[in-house]
């Protein structure tokens, strides 16, 4: 079976098959992890075009509050809406992007926020979660999970950082990507890879190694990339 088959109709609704021309670099994981820092430095050291993507900007499209709490399937029509934007961002970014939120990052949040026994309409999910992955076929090459390791420093300008959720939504992410369905290039990186010299340097490993890499040997790499 092949990737675009293993995906259903939701892959060929979204992707109609096919790989974009401008595939990215991203970073996805929890928040206050330093995703954004290193995106950043990424671009500034790589000359990759730097793609900063807003949810709290799909939020104001629909006349939302980012801080309201909604029913899940209210706020799965959110996420549906948010990816869609991304999209939008993707069409129009140069080729050869990094980022520092995917729609493994989307989909994570997603699955986060619903608890066991609070939310009956389980096929939406799943819809969402194919839309999520497809999505990341189309756009990306290669996908590399920031972990959770730098101190959390407090700045009202950003999501409270919670070890607990974060290490919650970390694990989603890993799991998301170690899908078979994948043959986008996944890496996790080695949670005592703290500096920015570092980083940069792990990142530099996910660049130029084998993009074709399965996703299945995420955890095959060096003590780095493991």
């Known amino acids: 079976m092949s990737h675009e088959e293993s995906f259903g109709d939701d892959f060929h609704y979204h992707t109609k098959g096919v790989r974009s021309p401008k595939l990215g670099f991203g970073l ?22 730097y793609l900063e993507t807003s949810a709290s900007g799909t939020f104001r499209r629909l006349g939302k509050d980012p801080k309201a709490e909604y029913p899940f399937a209210e706020r799965l029509e959110i996420q549906r809406e948010i990816l869609k934007d991304m999209v939008a961002l993707y069409e129009e970014a140069p080729k050869g992007f990094v980022t520092d939120r995917t729609p493994v990052d989307i989909c994570a949040y997603t699955i ?20 999520c992955l497809a999505t990341l ?28 959720h974060m290490e919650h939504i970390n694990t989603i992410c890993i799991g998301l990507l170690s899908s078979d369905e994948l043959s986008v290039s996944a890496k996790v990186m080695a949670r005592d890879v703290i500096t920015l010299e570092e980083r940069l340097e792990t990142v530099n490993i996910c660049l130029i190694s084998d993009a074709d890499i399965s996703a299945a040997k995420i955890f095959q790499e060096t003590r780095r990339v493991c």
């Open 28 to 49: 996805c994981g929890a928040q206050r992890t330093g995703k954004t820092t290193l995106a950043k430095a990424v671009s500034e050291e790589t000359g990759m075009f």
């Open 137 to 164: 076929e189309k756009y990306f090459r290669t996908v590399c999970v920031v972990q959770p390791g730098i101190a959390i420093t407090e700045d009202f300008n950003k999501a409270q950082g919670n070890p607990a």
């Open 112 to 131: 986060g926020d619903m608890m066991r026994g609070n939310y009956s309409d389980s096929p939406a999910l799943m819809s969402f979660r194919n839309e």
